[in-house]
């Protein structure tokens, strides 16, 4: 059965096409008051993780399950109000195991992959985690886990390289192709070596003859990267259709292929559902991005946007598709699902906040001013962390985990 990419496309295109652009309500607003001391929280939180780690790193601790979940749950409920049941589906155990665990693996399989790179490919792997939790299976690191978490650092980084020619990125991505269809190419060079046998590890996962879905999947997310070289042309043509369609299969492809890794009998909803999440977590992505795109070249809606109030309307459009999305996350077999579900929504959300306080320069301000209230900090203290260098939550659990 062949993936019907471009009907997803075409449906979430038209559900994007009818999304209010409208500010969006939220359920928090924050006082000067609360925000001075969730600031405060953070503010120690931030310095007792970054010692913490420091100490781990340096081998003058263990890392301590036990010690940081309830801490870092604390922090996450009492900063930024997420659900009571995030300590059981988010900071667990299991998580932090699954983490630490690929972490080792990676440094064995490839010594010279930085931390920066291990962790782009540990967000995919809890991605994967989440969905594990969504169809009712165990936590845990597979090989076809591990092995696509890691395939987008090594291609990825490369085809987002602005010092590398259009060709030459072209030639690697039919040389990619080849590979993924089943074809032994003659590695050219040692990320064409790793590359391989990354493919060869989802290969003896999963027959090719057995579960097509797998490597179909595998194939669209790459045909949709390839497609998306014609992004970093600031002279492109494309307009604003087109560059969405684009950022859609981008986006879509990659979280259905971590689905069929994950699971490789979905359902046509739970395909759908996942699609749909995947352009969710890349219109975020390029919220958050919006400044180095802009900055490479790279046209995205949002870098890609002619004036601050469309941009607006793209962030504001981005937060109500997500909430739609959500509302069909019941096509999964987990009781947990409407939790899981409330938490997602409430982090993505989170991080839209917080990027729009680190690109303020590309909104109107009458938008930073009605966003800001429903933010559990200031934008100024955000934009502060930020000059200081102090981790994100996500990065901090990955700086644990690792250490």
Excluded at 164 to 173: A, N, T
Excluded at 367 to 376: A, D, H, K, N
Aim: glycine share 6%; with cysteine; hydrophobic share 40%.
């Amino acid at each position: 059965m062949m993936i019907p990419s471009e009907t997803h496309i075409s449906w979430f295109s038209e559900q994007w096409k009818w999304t209010s652009a409208e500010m969006p309500l939220f359920s928090n607003e924050y006082s000067p008051a609360e925000k001075l001391l969730r600031e405060k929280k953070s503010t120690a939180f931030y310095s007792r993780f970054k010692s913490l780690g420091e100490e781990v790193r340096k081998g003058k601790r263990e890392f301590d399950d036990q010690a940081v979940i309830p801490e870092l749950s604390r922090f996450m409920t009492d900063v930024y109000d997420f659900p009571g049941c995030t300590a059981e589906l988010v900071v667990n155990p299991e998580f932090f195991g699954v983490s630490r665990l690929f972490y080792r693996q990676a440094k064995e399989f490839d010594s010279g992959l930085q931390r920066e790179e291990i962790y782009q490919a540990m967000r995919n792997l809890w991605i994967m985690n989440g969905i594990q939790m969504m169809m009712g299976l165990p936590v845990e690191l597979t090989p076809a886990m591990f092995a696509y978490s890691l395939l987008y650092p090594y291609s990825d980084n490369l085809l987002d390289d602005p010092e590398l020619s259009k060709s030459d990125k072209l030639m690697f991505s039919w040389r990619f192709e080849d590979r993924l269809r089943g074809i032994q190419v003659p590695a050219r060079d040692h990320r064409e070596q790793k590359i391989s046998e990354l493919v060869g590890m989802i290969e003896q996962q999963f027959s090719r003859e057995e579960y097509p879905e797998v490597y179909e999947s595998l194939l669209a997310i790459h045909a949709a990267q390839t497609r998306s070289i014609v992004l970093q042309n600031q002279g492109s043509d494309l307009g604003p259709e087109e560059i969405l369609k684009v950022c859609f299969a981008k986006g879509g492809a990659s979280v259905l292929a971590d689905g069929f890794l994950v699971a490789p009998m979905l359902t046509p909803l739970q395909q759908r559902f996942l699609y749909g999440y995947g352009i969710w977590l890349q219109l975020a992505d390029d919220i958050q991005d919006i400044a180095d795109d802009e900055k490479e070249q790279v046209r995205t809606l949002f870098s890609g946007a002619e004036s601050k109030e469309e941009v607006a309307g793209f962030l504001n459009r981005t937060i109500h598709f997500g909430r739609a999305i959500i509302h069909d996350i019941g096509c999964f077999p987990s009781p947990l699902c409407s939790g899981f579900g409330s938490i997602m929504v409430h982090s993505i959300e989170m991080m839209i906040l917080q990027s729009a306080a680190l690109n303020q320069s590309y909104f109107p301000n009458s938008q930073l001013g009605q966003l800001e209230r429903y933010s559990p900090q200031r934008f100024a203290y955000l934009r502060e962390l930020k000059k200081k260098g102090s981790s994100r939550r996500m990065g901090l659990i990955t700086s644990l985990a690792a250490g």
